[in-house]
């Protein structure tokens, strides 16, 4: 059974850096897609990255340049590392995963059929 389970989230001060894992279960990492999506309160669920069974990565514009997805088949894990924090990266982060069928990744919630519980990231002072 394909299982994801998220972890690092906390709070961190507005510049801060937190490091995210996604550690998969029941199906080979290698061969899949892996996304990131974020809910804050009272907003949708918004995609932020992803990077593809082949490692090709994307990243949504509010992001590009501060948040950096990585990952590591040998552990089935899959990372993503936030710097320059701000307030309006407060929410819950969520990874997903679907099987890897073209050369990138797409930031569609829809095309993702697995997913983890989320881990929550709060930017404050």
């Known amino acids: 059974q394909a299982r994801l389970v998220e972890s690092g989230g906390g709070l961190v001060q507005p510049g801060g850096s937190l490091r995210l894992s996604c550690v998969a279960s029941?199906?080979?990492?290698?061969?899949?897609?892996i996304a990131w999506f974020r809910q804050a309160p009272g907003k949708e669920r918004e995609a932020v990255s992803c990077?593809?069974?082949?490692?090709?990565?994307q990243y949504t514009d509010s992001v590009k340049g501060r948040f950096t997805s990585t990952k590591d088949n040998s552990k089935d894990t899959v990372y993503l590392r936030m710097n320059s924090l701000k307030a309006g990266d407060t929410a819950v982060y969520y990874c997903?995963?679907?099987?890897?069928?073209?050369?990138?990744?797409?930031?569609?919630?829809?095309?993702?059929?697995?997913w983890g519980q989320g881990t929550r990231v709060t930017v404050s002072t």
């Open positions: 997903a995963a679907t099987l890897g069928r073209f050369v990138g990744c797409v930031l569609t919630d829809s095309d993702y059929d697995y």
């Open positions: 029941g199906f080979n990492l290698d061969q899949y897609d």
């Open positions: 990077i593809s069974h082949n490692f090709i990565t």
